[in-house]
């Protein structure tokens, strides 16, 4: 990414609000393009959604997709693509937890050539129901998308749903998984990656080093409580313990969750329903590589296995984000020791389970379902531009769509085209 456009005032500064990866990447674009910049961040740290919590244990497991390409560039920029690896490249390890069988499945349509690499249920009417998602027509649920291949819903499509729209399947949208399985048949585009160490030394240190180095602050701490307007202009940024009064040049980026936005411009129409995330790290340390397991049937669907720990996630978890971490680990713990076992994951798996710890993202992502999606302008002010994983409704709410989002948002204060990849 070079310089897109020389600042027209050498004053102007960007005011990027939030520093979650859809400020960052704003914040990155506008840095590179030579712009001055301030981030406001209200927490103590950098990363929203997909933050490292104090200890260094992520909030949640965090994938990413060969398909995510403005995110896989996003890594590439901050020198931190290497630090993303490829867990299972053969295929994904699934276990399905009611008949104990365990298997290698292909999440790309290109690897279900291979008939030992098909996901359970695949037929040709399957497979025309999975081109069908992508055809246009009106929307519906996944659920009633697939009624009639029940086999291939539970092996395949109802945990894609559940991952990559957070969302059960008797709600979400088809149209939104189709937009998502075009891109799959791309080829490498179903390689899946995860953060070796972990999200903070792997997104988030590489993400505010770099900004740091091009010059950007980062006010950590600092929580955006108003904004003073003149018309179609924000005049000020009210943190609190103090104001910032905007130059006539300056301009800001609001790189905010939908609800803080409902706050600051009510005026923006946001999504008001979310689905929570429960992950559950346990302590047990293995002296393997980074491996990555699917479970069907059971309260936990994926696990990642770290040298530090072993990381599971259930989504769309409405129904178990309530349970303490006493609970949670009792009746995950015997699937991930399963899950283990059947696929020789190196050392001892205990029939206690090891010391854990629930960390619960009630709105972890908006609800994707079949309705119509708010859609907010990207420039509700003359000098403020929207960010965020829920600003670009046509995606699913995800890594790849808050970079898009910060990138957009950059781009249309400056008034440039967008880079390549993201236009
Ligand atoms: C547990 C979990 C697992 C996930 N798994 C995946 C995955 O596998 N793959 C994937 O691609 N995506 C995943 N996601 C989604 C992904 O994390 C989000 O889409 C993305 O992080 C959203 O980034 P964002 O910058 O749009 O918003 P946020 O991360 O919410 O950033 C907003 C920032 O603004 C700050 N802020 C809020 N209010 C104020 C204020 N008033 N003033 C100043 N700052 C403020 C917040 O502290 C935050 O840092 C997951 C999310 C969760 C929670």
Redesign the pocket.
Known sequence: MGPLSTPPFPTMTFHV???????LAGALLLVKSGHRVTI????PA?????RALPDGTD??????LGA?RVALRFLTAIGAREGWVEPEPEGLPVLDLDDHSARRVALSPLGWITAAKRPNGMSMGGLGSLIGLALPGADRTIAQAFAAHPDLLRSLVEPLTVAALNTPADEASAKLLGVILRRLAMPGAAKLYVASRGLGPDLVAPAVATLACHGASLQAG???RGIGRDGDKAITLDFGDHVVDLAPEDQVIL???PW?VARLLPEVPVPDRHAP?L?VHFAQETDGPVRFIGLLGGLAQWVLVRPEGVSVTVSAADDSVGLSDEEAAARIWPEVREAAIRFDLPGDWPVDPPRARAVR?RR??PRHGTGPRPRPRRMPLANLAL???WTLPELP??????IR?GEAAAAALMATPLPKETA
């Open positions: 609000v939030g520093a979650g990866v859809a400020g406001h961040e209200a927490s950098a990363g929203g959604r997909a909030n949640g497991t965090h994938a990413l995510n600092a929580r955006l790189a905010l969750p803080e995330i992950n993202e972890a992502t960010a965020g994983d709410a995800t890594i790849e769509a808050a989002s």
